[in-house]
């Protein structure tokens, strides 16, 4: 059975910062991308930043310069280092990964909340 498993979320004072980790069990397929979404009460599911196989990041506007996506391949897991938090990437963090030949696979989702 295929389970990605999230940790790392939490409560943080605006300008600190978390590490977010998502690691695959049950997945033996070589995995392409890997991504971390969030969704905050109200709003739709976004895109926090992606990485590829090749290992090239894409980051959504809202959080370049403040984020960084990395991914361990051997591990089958994807982080996110995320500094200067601001109250509004308060949000449930969703990692998701692509597999070749299925619909991909999503995280149980990590609690973020940034308040003073």
């Known amino acids: 059975q295929v389970q990605l498993v999230e940790s790392g979320g939490g409560l943080v004072q605006p300008g600190g910062s978390l590490r977010l980790s998502c690691a695959a069990r049950?997945?033996?397929?070589?995995?392409?991308?890997m991504g971390w979404y969030r969704q905050a009460p109200g709003k739709q599911r976004e895109l926090v930043a992606a990485?590829?196989?090749?290992?090239?990041?894409i980051y959504a506007d809202s959080v370049k310069g403040r984020c960084t996506i990395s991914r361990d391949n051997a591990e089958k897991t994807v982080y996110l280092q995320m500094n200067s938090l601001k109250l509004e990437d308060t949000a449930v963090y969703y990692c998701?990964?692509?597999?070749?030949?299925?619909?991909?696979?999503w995280g149980q989702g990590t609690q973020v909340t940034v308040s003073a």
């Open positions: 998701n990964f692509v597999i070749r030949g299925t619909s991909g696979y």
């Open positions: 049950g997945i033996s397929r070589s995995i392409s991308d």
């Open positions: 990485i590829t196989s090749g290992g090239i990041p």
